[in-house]
Structure formats: structure tokens, C-alpha cells
């Protein structure tokens, strides 16, 4: 997703040429209530364009953050130049967002789609060629056998994941006074490769969540 007070989202509103299909409009007659929902706020928020028409856009999270079309070849080679512009800078841990929402299909849940899984892997292909040894981070805050699905076949999609199941499980060692749920789980994981490692961490900015 991306600010809507971002340069291209109002290229996207003036219907500059090759900004026309940056994000998804969508009828707001059309049946979503398969979609996966990590908020509350409505999927669709209406924008007008410069020319005075509503559009009805996909929006995830909420009305500033728009979801970018990634069906779109000219969103696709855009990022994919700001990803070779992060590589070319030095990064060496790119961390993507929310990565699990990116490819939409109406009638799906929209979440962890086989597109999806595809244009990390196509990220991966790019910084191991450009940037060997760039880690890729993929931040899906979901359960975790979803979660571990964003390491592909361990040598084709994340090098790290988020670990969001430690966070709940260490408050709750703490609250209880007793780990031997933390340790159970602890000697449960396992990993697809030794290309592959976890992320931890003991909270975000989205807090501890407990699904």
C-alpha cells in the first residue's frame, strides 16, 4: 500500500499516462465479503479524480493507505526500481509489508494467493542477482503455519520471517510464571533450510497480537 497523499497516488487522481491503473478501483456493488480482514474500516474508500468522477479503491488498512494494483505491469516494474534502488544504496535486509494482502481477487480471500508467493519470489530472484546475500524479510502477521509458507521451498522466497507467535507465548510465560508452553512450542520449530533463520521480536508497532 502507499500514502494517498504520495506523488503517485496523485498522478493516480489526474490520470497522468501510465499511472491509470496504479490502484484498484472496484464497483461498489461488488460482493467481498470473502476478503480477509485485518481491520474494521471499510475495504472501499471512494476518491474523486481531477476530472470530477468517484472511484472506489481497495484499501486494507485504511483511507491513507492505498493498495497498490500489482496486476498492473507498470506497478510491477515500478517497484520493482524501487526495490534496485534500495539494492543499489546498500540495503541488505528488505522488509516487506503486509506482504500477504498483495494480489486481489474478488471471490477470494485475497490473502496468501499463489501470485502472491510468485512476486516474492520474483523479489528473490532480483537481490540474489543484484545483491547476493540481501535478506528479505516478509512481515505476515497470521498463524503460524501460514506465516512459515512465506519461506517458499526455503531457498526461493524469505530468508527470515516474522515470529509472531513469541511475543503472546513469552507474555504468557510471564503472566502465568510457567514457560513449559514457550519451550513446547520453542522445540516444535523447524526450518526449511539453513538459508532460512526466524525473526524475533517482543512486540511492534501493532502491539502483541493473540490470534
Partial sequence: HMSAKSQWFAHYLAQKPGYEDFFISVDPQTDLSA????????????????????RHLWTTFSDDQIDLNFASPEVLIAMVDVLLHYLMEGARYIRLDAVGFMW??????????????RLIQL?????????????????????????VSYFGDG???AKMVYQF??????????HRQDVRALCQWAS????????????????????????
Fill in 35 to 54: 476478503v480477509t480482514r485485518p481491520r474494521a474500516l471499510p475495504l472501499l474508500t471512494p476518491f474523486t479524480l481531477d476530472d470530477g468522477s468517484v
Fill in 104 to 117: 486481489k481477487i474478488p471471490g477470494t480471500s485475497c490473502i496468501h494467493l499463489e501470485q502472491t508467493h
Fill in 123 to 147: 523479489f528473490r530472484a532480483i537481490t540474489d542477482a543484484v545483491a547476493p546475500g540481501t535478506v528479505i524479510i516478509t512481515e505476515t502477521n497470521v498463524p503460524h503455519k501460514d506465516n
Fill in 155 to 157: 531457498k526461493n522466497e
Fill in 165 to 174: 507467535s513469541l511475543p503472546p507465548l513469552v507474555l504468557h510465560a510471564v
Fill in 188 to 211: 516444535s520449530l523447524e526450518l526449511p533450510s539453513k538459508q532460512t533463520t526466524w525473526f524475533n521480536f517482543l512486540a511492534s508497532h501493532d502491539g502483541i497480537g493473540l490470534n
